[in-house]
DNA sequence: CGTACGCTTATTTTT
DNA sequence: TAAGCGTACG
């Protein structure tokens, strides 16, 4: 087991005890060596299997490392605890839910449902939703309790932040009435349940001696006070991560968590994994020497004895048209080469390039796989279909009743919800309690939703789950009504694949040998006298947790013989044979809205990082100086990026355009005729305003602004844009028209 | 109650 | 461009 491992992979596998950081490069083994420690660790008798908790970030993840555990020990591996920080989280909550102040059968939340809740909190108190737009609500409110504040700690200075810290107090008592939880409050409330239930909190810092967190520098500061607190009594605190390939910190990751680590866990080692399997000398060269320009990193230098292989190419297109033709044409030589078509991914900065990359794959016949989208707990009909459910477990779910009260329509209208809801907060009761209290027609109706409910819950008490699901399916008139509907074949199938999604579920738990995850020989007498992990969980919750923690693979496409789309940051932690990273352009990778910040720039620089050390053999960058964006044609000068991968690990097949002045020389022979539609007035890549032609590249200066550079043109006419970049304020986008730009000579 | 039209806006995303 | 949203109308 160990005999494989190189010398600071054994290092880190063998620490018996203390708290260590391994700065894991890409490709360096990272999963092998979380599995292999607690494979170690309990073959070796270091730790019982009760004693481990591991934590991943996505479902993913979770299962990988719970697989690989599973396969390297002869012995029940499930007494550990494996999960995301969520369904660990989720775990603690549903044991503990009194003393968390939870309903037993609370729900979850997932992002889509927490905004609809702010939307009718905003609503319901005639808060402005011009002035607080639904989604900086949102954003508020996540943001506060990732900073692990509660709306009275938040702190205000200002009548606008008085008002977002009042809404967020009214957030948590809407949430509090209606028993639902969402994503950052499973953290948040787990926390605050180990802080401030000692018997608790000691109880779980005695058992789990040994955590091991996975992608430790996508952390935000509440999972790390939650990782601190867990561990108070740990031997060891493993901390996997790599601070080169953080590029979360838009959603909060905060990469300071490792350096934060490095200090309050001082006496703990920091182990380097450099060795690199995955790629070929050229392409990890040149992803070093691209990072190495991003400063205050922990430092690490990946190195590689798999040779230097072949070299990077690059390929600049005029448009992004001939871009992706380009690279399908490419794509059909390397199949006929020897590359399986699932060998190849072609990744871009943002979803709406796939596009053009769909369109010319699918023209030629390509098979592909897009990765990315709705998922399947995601979907209208299935959302509406657990809404049900979770009314069938709890009726004063006010979201889940709002959703549905009148889908399929029921003559429950706005009218009628108006005076439920009226009555609902006159006597501060969910909807559900108030139905008795609406008279009339309305109030009929509303009865008989009601009684539809209560007969829900009824067959949850005599129904095992999946037929649950099915009945609801059609009492409720779902199936009625995709059944009527023109094109609602689709999401019949997947209702009946939302009853399947629950036999396996069934199914999976019966394997598990309990009806909610918890390992048997923690439950009933075979566990500690007091055991509190004992978890009161009907399957229909449990089923209800499973769709919101895990809402499902975007899309599970057979016959997996194709050719792999999807964004960068979908590409971290998979690795292709060949890989293609398109639409290298300034303002688009890197992308304009992060060319204000340095850190900005650096976490770009990080995704690039990231989209190279993908590839193992070949890698291909290419650019288009054109690209239909926003419905207008846009000209870009080429990503800085490809100006700080050291030269000598590129060939361009296509000549290299020189920067002249610091704009594109157009001379070269590409494809047949360039830009013969798409170019502007008078010129291959400028536009002529009032007389002046701007070209990107082009040094200009603005009476306020001050000097910049134009990065990219857009529109003709009145029309007319220019992105450019501000030495002094950023960048900005300005009508050629109105702007009073001069052009800085030389 | 459902549809149609017009307006706005436009990274990256897991739980 | 195109999708998503809100309002206005039938």
Avoid at 68 to 76: D, E, G, K, S, Y
Avoid at 566 to 594: C, Q, R, W, Y
Avoid at 646 to 670: I, N, Y
Wanted: charged share 25%.
């Amino acid at each position: 087991m160990i005999e494989t491992l190189n010398d600071p992979q054994r290092e880190a596998v063998t620490l018996s005890q203390g708290h260590a950081l391994i700065l894991a490069g890409a490709g360096s083994g990272k999963t092998k060596v979380l599995t292999t420690r607690i494979a170690w660790l309990v073959q070796n008798r270091l730790a019982s299997p009760l004693a481990i908790l591991a934590v991943t970030f996505t479902n993913k993840a979770a299962r990988e490392m719970q697989t690989r555990v599973a396969a390297a020990l002869p012995i029940n591996t499930r007494g550990m605890w494996i999960g995301t920080f969520h369904g660990l989280c989720h775990r603690l909550l549903r044991a503990h839910s009194r003393d968390a102040g939870l309903p037993q059968s609370f729900q979850i939340l997932d992002t889509t449902d927490q905004l609809a809740a702010i939307k009718r909190l905003l609503k319901a108190n005639g808060v402005d939703d011009e002035k607080y737009p639904p989604r900086d609500v949102q954003r508020f409110i996540n943001s506060s309790k990732e900073e692990g504040l509660r709306s009275h700690a938040v702190t205000v200075d200002d009548p606008f932040s008085r008002q977002l810290r009042d809404i967020y107090a009214l957030y948590e008592s809407q949430c509090e009435r209606d028993g639902v939880v969402d994503f950052p409050e499973l953290l948040l409330r787990a926390l605050e349940l180990l802080q401030r239930h000692e018997p608790i909190r000691t109880h779980y810092q005695q058992r789990f001696r040994h955590i091991l967190v996975d992608e430790f520098q996508d952390t935000n500061r509440l999972q790390y006070q939650w990782l601190q607190l867990l561990g108070g009594g740990a031997l060891s605190i493993f901390a996997v991560g790599d601070d080169d390939q953080s590029i979360y910190a838009f959603r909060g990751a905060n990469v300071g968590n490792m350096a934060d680590f490095e200090r309050d866990y001082a006496n703990g080692q920091v182990i380097r994994l450099e060795q690199n399997y995955r790629s070929h000398g050229h392409i990890l060269d040149a992803a070093n020497g691209l990072i190495a320009q991003n400063s205050g990193r922990l430092g690490k230098t990946l190195w590689t004895d798999a040779g230097e292989g072949e070299l990077i190419r690059v390929i600049e297109q005029p448009t992004d048209h001939a871009e992706a033709h380009w690279i399908v044409d490419e794509i059909r030589s390397l199949t006929q080469e020897d590359f399986g078509r699932s060998d190849i991914a072609i990744l871009y900065r943002s979803n709406a390039q796939s596009r053009v990359l769909e369109h010319a794959l699918f023209s030629s016949g390509i098979a592909y796989r897009v990765y990315g989208g709705l998922r399947f707990f995601e979907r209208q009909e299935v959302k509406h279909a657990l809404a049900y459910l979770r009314l069938a477990s709890r009726a004063d779910d006010d979201t889940s009743w709002l959703r549905v009260v009148n889908f399929p329509a029921r003559g429950i209208g706005a009218r009628s919800l108006e005076s439920l809801t009226d009555q609902a907060r006159a006597h501060g009761t969910s909807l559900a309690q108030a139905v008795p209290r609406v008279a009339g027609k309305a109030g009929s109706h509303l009865a008989q939703f009601l009684t539809m409910v209560h007969q829900m819950h009824q067959d949850t008490q005599r129904l095992s789950l999946a037929e649950t699901v099915d009945q609801i399916l059609e009492t409720s008139g779902l199936r009625d009504h995709y059944r009527q509907q023109r094109d609602g074949a689709e999401r019949l199938e997947n209702l009946d694949e939302l009853v399947t999604a629950a036999k396996v579920f069934e199914l999976e738990e019966e394997l598990a040998g309990l009806p909610c995850g918890v390992p048997r020989e923690q439950r009933g007498s075979s566990a500690e006298p007091d055991d509190p992990e004992v978890i009161p969980m009907s399957p229909l919750d449990g089923f209800l947790s499973h769709a919101a923690l895990e809402s499902g693979d975007t899309q599970a496409q057979a016959g997996e013989q194709a050719v792999q789309l999807m964004t960068v940051h979908a590409a971290k932690g998979l690795e292709f044979e060949a890989v293609f990273i398109s639409g290298l352009e300034d303002g688009l990778f890197p992308h304009e809205n992060s060319l204000n910040e340095s850190s900005g720039l650096e976490e770009e620089r990080r995704l690039m990082y990231v989209a190279m050390t993908r590839a193992r053999q070949r890698l291909y960058l290419s650019l288009a100086q054109s690209r239909m964006l926003h419905g207008q044609t846009r000209y870009s000068i080429r990503s800085r990026f490809l100006e700080e991968v050291p030269e000598a690990h590129t060939k361009w097949l296509t000549p290299r355009a020189t920067m002249m002045g610091g704009w594109l020389d157009q001379s070269h022979a590409g494809s047949g005729s360039p830009m013969k539609a798409a170019a502007p007035v008078g010129t291959s890549n400028g536009l002529a305003v009032g007389g002046v032609r701007f070209r990107v590249g082009q040094g200009v200066r603005h009476p306020r602004f001050g000097e910049g550079t134009v990065l990219a043109l857009s529109g003709l006419g009145l029309d007319a844009q220019a992105q450019i970049h501000f030495l002094d304020v950023g960048t900005k986008t300005l009508a050629l028209g109105i702007a009073k730009l001069d052009i800085i000579e030389g």
